[in-house]
């Protein structure tokens, strides 16, 4: 890929990304809908997929660069082969790819069914693997390309209450750099992000009914607040551009610092800090 990327002094990356083709999945909100936005605005064009036309429909609405809608369920078998073959069909070859589709699941262990585990499988790794086997060719004949999976802090960190959860994005991170190795002859770089606390419609509900929960949370980030879906897209620009030209097999965390930083809602007071 031979895009430039500045920086922008108003806010994030200045990306070009004219005549190239970026894939988004779960595309009609949030992180994905954020990404697909930032990639049109960018000069792609974009392959917007998700559960719900008229959502996607949306979306595409406001974009400029001739944007494709393909709707597509990813938790069957087969799933992630096919779109990938409906995509070829329509825009004929892709430099960028963005993994987003999935699904949070909120298990105890002891809850946790077979049904349970198999579906969060299903569109969390397989469909995404998946997808990725089918696109990569057409990356490598195009001359390379990117692919940036969007995991989770909870493939870093043990979470309460997300077993199946978090060995999803585990495994995302972990056949991240699997790909890495395997596609780096041909010019694909694979990535993969792994967002913190999100203010996705996912945290919607909660967000409005429950109090204290904005300010609380947010105390437990170095930052001392929610990130929104452009925190992440701005990262997906940086990714899908030439600004990250030798970065391949990296998992970068992008969570105000919650997983691996102190943090608390007020500094503690601690005797060596005492005058």
């Known amino acids: 890929m031979t895009n430039a990327a500045t920086t ?13 083709v970026a894939v988004v999945t779960g595309a009609s909100r949030g992180i994905g809908e954020a990404s697909a936005r930032a990639l049109d605005a960018a000069g792609a064009q974009v392959v917007l997929t998700g ?52 699904i949070p699941m909120r298990r105890m262990p002891e809850q946790l069914s077979e049904a349970d585990f198999d579906l969060v499988f299903s569109i969390n790794v397989r ?14 004949s195009r001359g390379g390309g990117s692919i940036i999976n969007i995991s989770s ?15 999803t994005k585990g495994a995302v991170d972990a056949m991240t750099r699997a790909l890495a190795a395997d596609w780096g002859p041909g010019g694909i770089r694979v990535n993969s992000i792994a967002p913190g606390l999100i203010a996705t419609a996912i945290w919607e509900e ?11 949370l947010a105390g437990q980030i170095a930052l001392k607040r929610w990130g929104f879906g ?25 969570d105000g610092g919650m997983a691996r ?11 060596e800090l005492e005058d």
Do not use: W
């Not at 469909?127 to 490598?140: D, F, K, Q, R, T």
């Open 8 to 20: 922008d002094s108003s806010h994030g990356p200045s990306v070009r990304l004219d005549g190239k």
């Open 51 to 102: 559960r719900t036309t008229s959502d996607l429909e949306n979306v595409a609405a406001e974009m400029q660069h001739d944007p494709v809608v393909l709707t597509a369920g990813l938790a069957p078998p087969g799933a992630g082969t096919d779109l990938a073959r409906r995509i070829l069909n329509e825009v004929g070859g892709v430099d960028v790819l963005v993994n987003n589709a999935g």
């Open 127 to 140: 469909s995404l693997v998946m997808l990725s086997v089918g696109l990569a060719p057409s990356m490598i």
């Open 153 to 167: 802090v909870a493939g870093v960190h043990g979470p309460l209450g997300r077993v199946a959860y978090a060995g």
């Open 206 to 216: 909660a967000r409005n009914n429950v109090p204290g929960l904005i300010e609380d």
């Open 230 to 254: 452009d925190d992440i897209a701005d990262v997906v620009l940086f990714f899908a551009s030439d600004a990250s030209r030798y970065v391949t097999g990296e998992t970068l965390v992008v």
């Open 261 to 271: 930083v102190s943090a608390s809602a007020a500094p503690p007071t601690l005797p």
